[in-house]
């Protein structure tokens, strides 16, 4: 095979490789649109006039750590693929790290409403004198289950559910049966770990940049790191699976856009490593 061919194919590969990347960063923008409604809709049943600027922040606390990790992802293309090294300076590098400051205030936020509501799901809070969901007509309450949320009216109230034990679900807004209620804690559960693991790969992602910053492409701390970041990826994906399972099809293809959205970045690595390595192997040319 001449040079010439192998250079026509890995640039092919190479254009491949873009257009799946910019695909699927365009899916993750199409993606922000549909968790923004899906807070909205939320927010008609859990939130109420005397709500303060803190609840509508913990209501739309996904929206607010996509826009965070969306501009991270954004950064991370910067470091890894755009910028050349000679670029990587004076305000270039300090608008960068400045932005990428404000997206872990904003993933730090979704954190800290993930613990808040995990925290506000523990209590068994009984629903008093009422023997079954008909008893809360006229209450202006909601009934919840899987995430779903459903007015408790006359029309619904026999459909939703017949247990005789109520729960109140973190505010007097909401109510639940048993099942509901551990279902709710399961997923606040899920959420929770879900933020964590992306933040530790995250935590991996800086921990390979920097080292490469450093001119440093191999090692137990890179090997270490790569290694958690496939089992982390891996537990994601399962993670999907199971909101799958429970219906929530969005969010298994929500963990798929990402998982293939780091992977980008993970490619850019791999490259910026392969090219470290050849420049370290190429003999420097004497000055004349």
Not at 162 to 176: D, H, K, P, Q, R
Not at 235 to 258: N, Q, R
Request: net charge negative; with cysteine.
């Amino acid at each position: 095979m001449s040079p010439a061919t192998t250079s026509t194919r890995t640039w092919n590969a190479h254009k491949i490789q873009q257009a799946l990347k910019w695909t699927v960063y365009a899916l993750l923008l199409v993606n922000f649109a549909f968790y923004i409604a899906e807070d909205w809709n939320r927010v008609a049943y859990t939130l109420m006039s005397e709500s303060t600027i803190f609840d509508w922040m913990a209501e739309f606390a996904t929206s607010i750590d996509l826009v965070g990790w969306i501009l991270l992802l954004c950064m991370l293309e910067l470091e890894t693929y755009v910028l050349e090294d000679e670029d990587w300076e004076g305000w270039v590098a300090y608008v960068v790290r400045g932005v990428r400051f404000g997206c872990y205030a904003m993933i730090a936020h979704t954190l800290y409403a993930a613990v808040l509501t995990t925290i506000n799901l523990q209590p068994t809070l009984a629903v008093e004198n009422v023997s079954n969901l008909c008893d809360m007509i006229g209450e202006d309450v909601s009934y919840v289950y899987n995430l779903g949320y459903t007015d408790v009216t006359l029309e619904t109230c026999d459909t939703l559910s017949a247990s005789t034990e109520l729960y109140w679900v973190t505010s007097g807004l909401i109510v639940t049966d048993k099942v509901g209620l551990e279902l709710e804690r399961v997923l606040a559960w899920m959420d929770l770990w879900e933020v964590m693991l992306w933040l530790l790969i995250l935590l991996a992602i800086e921990t390979v940049v920097r080292l490469q910053d450093r001119g440093i492409t191999e090692g137990f701390i890179l090997s270490v790191a790569n290694s958690l970041k496939i089992l982390m990826y891996l537990i994601l994906l399962t993670f999907g699976v199971y909101w799958a399972v429970l219906s929530h099809w969005l969010y298994l293809w929500d963990e798929l856009l990402w998982v293939a959205g780091f992977a980008a970045i993970e490619m850019n690595i791999t490259k910026w490593r392969d090219e470290l390595q050849v420049e370290k192997t190429t003999p420097q040319s004497d000055p004349l």
